[in-house]
């Protein structure tokens, strides 16, 4: 493919679908949270502020994708959408996609796991019986981490990397794209290492935001740091967001 060579229009298009269900993502997510904090009367975006955080993060990238793939679209008798504009609509969906996993999935998998640690306890079984069922929680919570946190590493790392390898564009125009999303990919580390220092300094933890901002890199590993023990959540006073 030569380095002129543009984008056909149903590919512009069908990343503009992919977006959409984003954007339906991020609200349903916000809806579940600021239900979940009603139903345990606290305020839901403390409770849940390292999810609510990757959410505005991820909300504002796929605006910004969906603007830049509307941009590229040229409209004609041959439809196409201009190439240097796709690859920067492409690397901020991937990001948007990957806040998408941190913001919402995080909290569906610790739920799941502490349902699972509940309900032995619920009904009261035979001390044998509820440590092999906390084995088998544990066991398919470990699985899903892996399984999300698979996913999330290749929306972030390996779709970009050969997204850049296999689009038709000057090398040089690859280091460049490669090095803005590199650049974009710090800061978006930097901003969601701020909601679990916040947290942990709330409850007297000795972490430093650097440390957090490492961590970053490898993001499922604080999902459970992050997400809220719902085991502990008592109700109090309903509260507004």
Request: contains cysteine.
């Given at each position: ?213 490492v961590s970053q890199f490898w993001q499922p590993a604080l999902w ?18």
């Open positions: 493919m030569s380095p002129s060579t543009d984008i056909d229009l149903n590919v512009g298009r069908s990343r503009l679908s992919i977006l959409s269900i984003a954007l339906a993502l991020f609200l349903f997510g916000t809806g579940v949270f600021v239900s979940l904090g009603q139903h345990y009367e606290v305020r839901p975006v403390w409770v849940f502020l390292t999810s609510f955080v990757p959410i505005t993060i991820g909300f504002a990238l796929t605006l910004a994708a969906l603007l830049v793939f509307l941009l590229s679209q040229r409209l004609g008798a041959r439809g196409a959408c201009e190439i240097w504009s796709f690859c920067c609509g492409e690397l901020l969906m991937y990001l948007a996609l990957a806040q998408t996993l941190s913001g919402c999935l995080q909290n569906f998998v610790i739920a799941i796991v502490s349902v699972l640690r509940i309900k032995p306890q619920e009904l009261a079984l035979a001390p044998d019986v509820a440590r092999e069922v906390g084995g088998l929680s544990e066991g398919l919570f470990s699985l899903l981490l892996l399984a999300t946190g698979v996913v999330w590493a290749g929306i972030i790392y390996a779709a970009p990397v050969l997204f850049l390898l296999r689009i038709g564009i000057p090398r040089r125009g690859r280091w460049l794209l490669g090095a803005a999303y590199l650049l974009l990919l710090l800061a978006v580390f930097w901003i969601s290492a701020f909601p679990y220092q916040i947290k942990a300094r709330s409850v007297g933890k000795p972490r430093t935001l650097g440390g957090y901002f459970v740091e992050g997400a809220p023990d719902f085991q502990t959540l008592a109700p109090s006073k309903p509260s507004d967001p």
